[in-house]
C-alpha cells in the first residue's frame, strides 16, 4: 500500500488488512472470490496469476487494471461514431462489447454500479449522445472522488431531463431534482427534512440543457435566501453540492453501497462507519477506500462467501469471460432485458432491485434459455474449440473447474458426472451444450 492509503488504517478493525490464516487460507477459493467480486469473471490464467501474487498485490493490480490490446484500442476509439450515429442499438452494442474485452474489468464493473446509482433511462431522456457522454462520466470519476463523480453526473443533460430539472424554475421550483439527489445519490432516506428538499430545489433553478451541454439561465433562479441543513445564504446549485458532500451521512450512505455490493448483505455494522472514515479522511476517493475494503479481513471472511445472487449482467460476463468466449450484443442486450435488466433502462430512479428480487419463475426460465441457445449455437468460438477434446469425462471436467474452481461438493460432482456421462452418446457438439446448459443453471451458478 501506498503512504497515503497506509494512514487510512490507523484505527480501523474489520478492515485491517486481511492476512491468510490457517481458518482463512489464502487459497483457489479465495483467489477465486475476489475476481468474483471485483472484475466478476475469472479465466484459468487470470486465476492462476491472481493465487501466485497473493491478495494485497492481487487487490493493486486489479484496481490498476491492464494494457489496452489492439481490439480493445480500436472499440474505445470507435466510441466517437457510436455517440455521432445517435442509435440507442449501436450505444448498448458498445456497452456489451466493451464489457466482454475490458483489459480494466474493475472499472467496467464500476460502470454498472454507478449506472444503477446514478439510474437514468434513455426512454425518458431520448438522447443517446447525453447516455453515452453519462456513461464516459463513469469511466472517468468512478474510481476516483465521488464528489467529481457527483458534479458531472447531476450536471449532465442525461441527468436534468431525467429528473426534470428543466421545468424547475423561480417561482415554480420542481423538487423531483434535489429529492433524489439526497435520497438517492448523496445521503440516504431520513437524512434530510422536506424544508431542505423544498429549499434546495430553489437552489437549482435556472439549471438546463443549452447545445447538448450544462447551462446556468440566471434569468431563471431563484436568489433569494435559503435555509439548507440548518445554513442559511444564497445558495446556488454548486453550494448545494458541496453541502451535501460534506454531510457525515454521505460518506455513510456511499460506505453501505459499496459495502454491499462488494461484501454483500449481512456485513457488520462496524465495517460500515470504519469505511466511511476511510472515504471521508480520503476526500471521497473510490480507489482507496476499494483497496483498504478489498484487501479487508472482512472482505475475505468465508462467511460472506457466495451470499449474492448474480444479476443478468454478472451472470453472463461470469460465464462468458470466465471461457474465453463472445456473443453477439444484440443477443446479450435481449436476453438481459427478459431476464430483469436492460442496460440505460432501469426500472425508476432507484435502479433495480436486486438478490433475490433477479430470480422469479419468468426470469429463470428466460436464464435456462440463455444457456441453452448459448450451448448449441450463440458462443464465438464454438465450445468444440473452446474445450479441449480429450474425452466426454475430460470435457466434463474442465468445465466444472473452469466456472467452480474451489470445487463443487463431492456428492453434487458424482451425480452430475453419472447424468451428464450418461447422455454423452451424441456428438460432441450435442455432449458439450448438455454440459453447458446443465452447469451454468446450477444454484451455485447464480450466485458469488
Not at 453541502?243 to 450512505?253: D, P, R
Not at 438481459?336 to 432507484?350: C, T, Y
Request: glycine share 8%; proline share 4%; net charge neutral.
Amino acid at each position: 500500500m501506498n503512504t497515503s492509503t497506509t494512514s487510512l488504517l490507523e484505527g480501523l478493525n474489520w478492515l485491517t488488512p486481511y492476512k491468510p490464516s490457517p481458518d482463512q487460507p489464502w487459497d483457489t477459493a479465495a483467489a477465486a472470490h475476489l475476481l468474483r467480486r471485483t472484475v466478476l469473471f475469472h479465466d484459468p490464467e487470470r486465476l492462476a496469476e491472481t493465487l501466485a501474487a497473493g491478495p494485497q498485490a492481487s487487490v493493486r493490480t486489479i484496481l490498476a487494471g491492464g494494457e489496452q490490446g489492439p481490439e480493445q484500442e480500436a472499440h474505445e476509439a470507435s466510441f466517437a461514431f457510436v455517440q455521432a450515429s445517435e442509435s440507442r442499438r449501436d450505444l448498448r452494442a458498445w456497452w456489451w462489447y466493451r464489457l466482454l474485452i475490458d483489459a480494466h474489468p474493475l472499472r467496467s464493473r464500476m460502470d454498472l454500479f454507478w449506472h444503477d446509482h446514478f439510474a437514468t433511462g434513455i426512454s425518458k431522456v431520448r438522447n443517446t449522445r447525453w447516455m453515452a457522454e453519462q456513461l464516459m462520466s463513469f469511466d472517468r470519476h468512478g474510481l476516483g472522488r465521488f464528489g467529481d463523480l457527483l458534479t458531472e453526473v447531476v450536471k449532465g443533460p442525461a441527468m436534468i431531463r431525467w429528473l426534470d430539472n428543466e421545468s424547475n424554475e423561480k417561482g415554480r421550483a420542481n423538487e423531483n431534482f434535489a429529492r433524489e439527489l439526497f435520497e438517492l445519490f448523496t445521503l440516504g432516506r431520513d437524512q434530510y427534512s422536506e424544508k431542505d428538499i423544498k429549499e434546495a430545489a430553489r437552489a437549482f433553478t435556472g439549471w438546463r440543457i443549452r447545445r447538448n451541454a450544462f447551462f446556468f439561465d440566471r434569468s431563471r433562479h431563484d436568489s433569494g435566501e435559503k435555509s439548507i441543513f440548518g445554513k442559511k445564504g444564497r445558495f446556488v446549485g454548486d453550494q448545494v453540492l458541496a453541502m451535501a458532500l460534506s454531510e457525515t451521512s454521505c460518506s455513510w450512505f456511499l460506505a453501505g453501497k459499496l459495502l454491499d455490493t462488494f461484501v454483500g448483505p449481512g456485513y457488520v455494522k462496524a465495517a460500515q462507519e470504519e469505511l466511511a472514515r476511510v472515504l471521508r479522511d480520503s476526500d471521497g476517493r473510490i480507489d482507496q477506500a476499494l483497496q483498504i475494503l478489498l484487501g479487508s479481513r472482512l472482505f475475505f471472511d468465508k462467511a460472506h462467501r457466495g451470499t449474492r445472487i448474480r444479476g443478468p449482467v454478472e451472470w453472463m460476463i461470469w460465464a462468458l469471460r470466465s471461457l474465453g468466449a463472445t456473443v453477439a450484443p444484440d443477443l446479450l442486450h435481449r436476453s438481459a432485458r427478459d431476464m430483469g435488466q436492460e442496460l440505460f433502462e432501469p426500472p425508476d430512479v432507484s435502479g433495480w432491485d436486486e438478490e433475490e428480487a433477479w430470480i422469479n419463475s419468468a426470469t429463470w426460465i428466460h436464464r435456462h434459455n440463455f444457456a441453452n441457445r448459448l450451448g448449441r449455437q450463440g458462443l464465438h468460438p464454438d465450445l468444440e474449440l473452446l474445450v479441449p477434446a480429450e474425452g466426454a469425462r475430460a470435457e466434463l471436467s474442465y468445465l466444472m473447474d473452469l466456472w467452480f474452481p474451489e470445487g463443487l461438493p463431492p456428492a453434487m460432482r458424482n451425480q452430475l458426472e453419472r447424468s451428464l456421462l450418461a447422455s454423452s452418446s451424441g456428438s460432441r457438439r450435442k455432449r458439450l451444450a448438455l454440459m453447458f446448459e446443465s452447469l451454468l443453471m446450477l444454484p451455485k451458478a447464480h450466485r458469488f
